[in-house]
C-alpha cells in the first residue's frame, strides 16, 4: 500500500505504507509528513488494515481533519475514493501499483466521526435511507423488507379480530402475535435467507418492544444511540462514535417505537408538536424530531446514564479530576456554597451534578426541577419535580420557571435545577440569594468567563428589564463556584477548571481559577494527557471558615496533584 500525496502546488509524491498504525503529521517520525498552518507533530492516526482499507483518528490539533470536505474526529472504514485534508495536503491511500485516484463507487460507505460542521449526506429519492449507506450487515435488505411485511398484517390482524390489547400483559401480547404470525413466518424466513425464530424476535421487538433498541440498551458499554432516520444509528461507545450493525425495517416501525416511549409519560409527538423530550424507565434521556422539521426521516437522541450511577469514587478512577479536587468540592457542598457546571453538550454535565447532589447531608430538604427527570442520587428527603409540555389545544404547560417559583413554597434548603437556559436564571439567581444557599444547576458553556456572559443574557431572557450592572451583581453575589468539564476527542472528560467568584470591580465580574488541568501531547492512542494542579488561590470563604474555628486543609492548594 501507498500515500498519494498532492499538495497546494498540485505536486505529487508517494509515500510506501505497513499494515497496522502509524502518525501522520509533521513530526520525523510519522509515516506521512504533511507542512502546513496548525499540524500537529502527530496530528492523525492511521490504521491500515491488510485488504487496504483504513480508518483515520483526529488527535485534536488546531487545524483539523477533513475527510472529503466534511471535518471529522473519526472516520472509517475508507477506500482509495476517499480523500484525507491535512493541512496542505490531500492524501488518497491505495494499492501500491495504483497510477490514478479511482472515482468513489456510487456504493460506498464512509462512516464519520461526530463535528458540529458536519453536512448532511443527501436523500435517495426512491427511498428513506441515506444515498450510499448500505443496510447494517446484520440485518440484509431482504430480511428488513419480511419484517416490514410481517409488521403491518400483524397489525392488520389486530384490528380485524379487534383484540384488547390494551388491557393485556407484554407476555400475552407476544403469545398472540407468535400465533398470527406463525402461517407467514417460513416462506418470509426463506425468502430473506434467515432462521424464522430470528425474524420473529425482530418482529416482535419492534411491534411489541424497542426494537432495534432492545440490543443496543442492553449493552452497558453503549453511552448515546443516534437515529438518523429508520435505516442508520450510529451508538457511543467509550467516547468515539460508530455505526451499528442494526436498523428499523422502517419508518413506520421507528414511529410506533417512538409512541411506546412517549406516551407512558404523558408525552406526544406529532404535527401539531413535532419536537419532543422523554425519558425511558431507566432513566435515559430521550430526544425525538420528526418531519417535516427532520427533512432526512425521523431523528432520535438518546442519552444513557448507565444502570449504576457513577460515584465521586468513579469520577476520581476515571481521570475526571484528583483528590484535592475532590475534597474541595465536598467542603464546597457541605459548606452550601452556590456552584454553577458548565460545559459543552456531552462533557458529562448531568453526571457531575448528579455526583455533587449526592454529597449534600441528609438532614436537608432538596427539591430538583428538570425538563425530563434525570437527576437519581440518594436522599431521605427529596422532591423531584418535572416540566410539563402543553396539551394539543396549546394549553396546560408548566415551564421550569413555574417550578423554580412554586418551589419556593416548598421550604426547600437547597434547589438542583437540572439546567438553566433561559428566563429562570432569574429566578434562580434570586432564590440562591435569598435564603437558599448550596443550590446547585447546569449551564451551556465553552468557559467560566462565557458562563457569566450567558448568564446575563439568560436573565434578559426573563422580560424583566435591568441594567446589565444590576445583573453583574446579582450574579456575583449568588454563584461563589463554577466547575468546568470537558469533553476531549478520545471520549475522556474532565474537570478542566474550579473557578470562584471574588467580587465586581469597575462593572466586571472578577474571577479566580483554584484548580485547572494542565492539557499535554495525546499518547500514541490518540488519549488525552495531562495534569490537574492548584493555582495557589485560597477561596475566600475558605479564610472565612478558617477564623470562625473550623479546622481545614489549606494543603489542597499548594502543590500538583500529578499526572493522570
Given at each position: 500500500m501507498?500515500?498519494?500525496?498532492?499538495?497546494?502546488?498540485?505536486?505529487?509524491?508517494?509515500?510506501?505504507?505497513?499494515v497496522?498504525?502509524?502518525?501522520?503529521?509533521s513530526?520525523?517520525?510519522?509515516?506521512?509528513?504533511?507542512?502546513?498552518?496548525?499540524?500537529?507533530?502527530?496530528?492523525v492516526?492511521?490504521?491500515?488494515?491488510?485488504?487496504?482499507?483504513?480508518?483515520?483518528?483526529?488527535?485534536?490539533?488546531?487545524?483539523?481533519?477533513?475527510?472529503?470536505?466534511?471535518?471529522?474526529?473519526?472516520?472509517?472504514?475508507l477506500?482509495?475514493?476517499?480523500v484525507?485534508?491535512?493541512?496542505?495536503c490531500?492524501?488518497?491511500?491505495?494499492?501500491?501499483?495504483?497510477?490514478?485516484?479511482?472515482?468513489?463507487?456510487?456504493?460506498?460507505?464512509?462512516?464519520?466521526?461526530?463535528d458540529?460542521?458536519?453536512?448532511?449526506?443527501?436523500?435517495?429519492?426512491?427511498?428513506d435511507?441515506?444515498a450510499?449507506?448500505?443496510?447494517?450487515?446484520?440485518?440484509?435488505?431482504?430480511r428488513?423488507e419480511?419484517?416490514g411485511?410481517?409488521?403491518?398484517?400483524?397489525?392488520?390482524?389486530?384490528?380485524?379480530?379487534?383484540?384488547?390489547?390494551?388491557?393485556?400483559?407484554?407476555?400475552?401480547l407476544?403469545?398472540?402475535?407468535?400465533?398470527?404470525?406463525?402461517?407467514l413466518?417460513?416462506?418470509?424466513?426463506t425468502?430473506?435467507?434467515?432462521s424464522?425464530?430470528?425474524?420473529?424476535?425482530?418482529?416482535?421487538?419492534?411491534?411489541?418492544?424497542?426494537?432495534?433498541?432492545?440490543?443496543?440498551?442492553?449493552?452497558?458499554?453503549?453511552?448515546?444511540i443516534?437515529?438518523?432516520?429508520?435505516?442508520?444509528?450510529?451508538?457511543?461507545?467509550?467516547?468515539?462514535l460508530?455505526?451499528?450493525?442494526?436498523?428499523?425495517?422502517?419508518e413506520?416501525?421507528?414511529?410506533?417505537?417512538?409512541?411506546r416511549?412517549?406516551?407512558?409519560?404523558?408525552?406526544?409527538v406529532?404535527?401539531?408538536?413535532?419536537?419532543?423530550d422523554?425519558?425511558?424507565?431507566?432513566?435515559?434521556?430521550?430526544?425525538?424530531?420528526?418531519?417535516?422539521?427532520?427533512?432526512?426521516?425521523?431523528?432520535?437522541?438518546i442519552?444513557?446514564?448507565?444502570?449504576?450511577?457513577?460515584?465521586a469514587?468513579?469520577?476520581l478512577?476515571?481521570?475526571?479530576l484528583?483528590?484535592?479536587?475532590?475534597?474541595?468540592?465536598?467542603?464546597?457542598?457541605?459548606?452550601?456554597?452556590?456552584?454553577?457546571v458548565?460545559?459543552?453538550?456531552?462533557?458529562?454535565?448531568?453526571?457531575?451534578?448528579?455526583v455533587?447532589?449526592s454529597?449534600?447531608p441528609a438532614?436537608e430538604?432538596?427539591?430538583?426541577?428538570?425538563?425530563?427527570?434525570?437527576?437519581?442520587?440518594?436522599?431521605?428527603?427529596?422532591?423531584?419535580?418535572?416540566?410539563r409540555?402543553?396539551?394539543?389545544?396549546?394549553?396546560?404547560?408548566i415551564?421550569i420557571?413555574?417550578?423554580?417559583?412554586?418551589?419556593?413554597?416548598?421550604?426547600?434548603?437547597?434547589?438542583?435545577?437540572?439546567?438553566?437556559?433561559?428566563?429562570?436564571t432569574?429566578?434562580?439567581?434570586?432564590?440562591?440569594?435569598?435564603g437558599?444557599?448550596?443550590?446547585?444547576?447546569?449551564v451551556?458553556?465553552?468557559?467560566?468567563?462565557?458562563?457569566?456572559?450567558?448568564?446575563?443574557?439568560?436573565?434578559?431572557?426573563?422580560?424583566?428589564?435591568?441594567?446589565?450592572?444590576?445583573?453583574?451583581?446579582?450574579?456575583?453575589?449568588?454563584v461563589?463556584?463554577?466547575?468546568?468539564?470537558?469533553?476531549?476527542?478520545?471520549?475522556?472528560r474532565r474537570i478542566?477548571?474550579?473557578?470562584?467568584?471574588?467580587?465586581v470591580?469597575?462593572?466586571?465580574?472578577?474571577?479566580?481559577?483554584?484548580?485547572?488541568?494542565?492539557?499535554e501531547?495525546?499518547d500514541?492512542?490518540?488519549r488525552?494527557r495531562?495534569r490537574?494542579?492548584?493555582?495557589?488561590?485560597?477561596?475566600?470563604f475558605?479564610?472565612?471558615?478558617?477564623?470562625s474555628?473550623r479546622?481545614?486543609?489549606?494543603?489542597?492548594?499548594?502543590a500538583?496533584?500529578?499526572?493522570?
Amino acid at each position: 500500500m501507498q500515500a498519494r500525496i498532492i499538495d497546494r502546488q498540485g505536486q505529487t509524491r508517494t509515500v510506501p505504507l505497513i499494515v497496522g498504525a502509524q502518525w501522520i503529521g509533521s513530526g520525523e517520525d510519522c509515516s506521512i509528513r504533511v507542512r502546513g498552518t496548525g499540524v500537529g507533530v502527530h496530528h492523525v492516526r492511521l490504521e491500515l488494515c491488510a485488504e487496504g482499507r483504513y480508518s483515520i483518528v483526529d488527535l485534536g490539533c488546531p487545524a483539523g481533519t477533513r475527510v472529503n470536505g466534511e471535518r471529522v474526529v473519526t472516520a472509517g472504514p475508507l477506500g482509495p475514493w476517499d480523500v484525507v485534508h491535512v493541512g496542505d495536503c490531500d492524501i488518497r491511500i491505495e494499492a501500491a501499483e495504483r497510477i490514478a485516484p479511482v472515482a468513489e463507487p456510487a456504493d460506498s460507505e464512509l462512516r464519520l466521526g461526530i463535528d458540529s460542521g458536519a453536512r448532511s449526506a443527501p436523500i435517495s429519492p426512491c427511498s428513506d435511507r441515506p444515498a450510499g449507506s448500505q443496510p447494517p450487515p446484520a440485518h440484509s435488505a431482504a430480511r428488513l423488507e419480511a419484517a416490514g411485511r410481517l409488521h403491518k398484517r400483524l397489525l392488520a390482524q389486530f384490528d380485524l379480530r379487534r383484540h384488547d390489547v390494551a388491557s393485556m400483559s407484554d407476555a400475552a401480547l407476544r403469545e398472540l402475535a407468535t400465533q398470527l404470525l406463525q402461517p407467514l413466518l417460513a416462506d418470509e424466513a426463506t425468502r430473506a435467507g434467515c432462521s424464522p425464530a430470528e425474524l420473529l424476535r425482530f418482529v416482535l421487538d419492534e411491534a411489541l418492544g424497542l426494537g432495534p433498541l432492545e440490543s443496543l440498551l442492553a449493552d452497558d458499554e453503549v453511552r448515546e444511540i443516534m437515529i438518523n432516520g429508520a435505516g442508520l444509528i450510529f451508538v457511543e461507545r467509550g467516547g468515539r462514535l460508530q455505526r451499528a450493525d442494526t436498523c428499523f425495517s422502517g419508518e413506520p416501525a421507528l414511529r410506533g417505537i417512538i409512541e411506546r416511549i412517549v406516551t407512558p409519560i404523558g408525552r406526544r409527538v406529532d404535527d401539531a408538536s413535532p419536537m419532543v423530550d422523554a425519558r425511558l424507565p431507566d432513566g435515559s434521556r430521550v430526544n425525538v424530531v420528526i418531519p417535516p422539521l427532520a427533512v432526512r426521516g425521523t431523528s432520535v437522541t438518546i442519552r444513557r446514564f448507565g444502570r449504576r450511577r457513577l460515584t465521586a469514587a468513579d469520577l476520581l478512577q476515571g481521570g475526571a479530576l484528583d483528590v484535592a479536587m475532590l475534597e474541595f468540592l465536598r467542603v464546597c457542598v457541605e459548606q452550601r456554597r452556590n456552584i454553577l457546571v458548565s460545559g459543552g453538550t456531552g462533557s458529562g454535565k448531568t453526571t457531575l451534578l448528579n455526583v455533587l447532589s449526592s454529597l449534600i447531608p441528609a438532614g436537608e430538604r432538596v427539591v430538583t426541577i428538570e425538563d425530563s427527570a434525570e437527576l437519581a442520587f440518594d436522599h431521605p428527603n427529596l422532591v423531584s419535580l418535572e416540566t410539563r409540555p402543553r396539551n394539543i389545544e396549546g394549553r396546560g404547560e408548566i415551564t421550569i420557571r413555574d417550578l423554580v417559583r412554586n418551589s419556593l413554597r416548598m421550604r426547600p434548603d437547597r434547589i438542583v435545577i437540572g439546567e438553566c437556559r433561559g428566563g429562570e436564571t432569574l429566578d434562580m439567581l434570586q432564590a440562591m440569594n435569598t435564603g437558599h444557599d448550596g443550590s446547585l444547576s447546569t449551564v451551556h458553556a465553552n468557559s467560566p468567563r462565557e458562563l457569566l456572559s450567558r448568564l446575563e443574557v439568560m436573565v434578559l431572557m426573563s422580560g424583566v428589564d435591568l441594567p446589565v450592572s444590576a445583573i453583574r451583581e446579582q450574579i456575583a453575589g449568588s454563584v461563589q463556584i463554577i466547575v468546568h468539564q470537558a469533553r476531549y476527542p478520545c471520549g475522556a472528560r474532565r474537570i478542566t477548571r474550579i473557578t470562584e467568584l471574588t467580587g465586581v470591580i469597575a462593572g466586571t465580574i472578577q474571577t479566580q481559577d483554584i484548580f485547572r488541568f494542565v492539557a499535554e501531547a495525546p499518547d500514541v492512542n490518540g488519549r488525552s494527557r495531562g495534569r490537574f494542579e492548584a493555582t495557589g488561590h485560597v477561596p475566600q470563604f475558605y479564610e472565612e471558615l478558617r477564623r470562625s474555628g473550623r479546622t481545614l486543609d489549606l494543603g489542597l492548594f499548594g502543590a500538583a496533584a500529578g499526572d493522570r
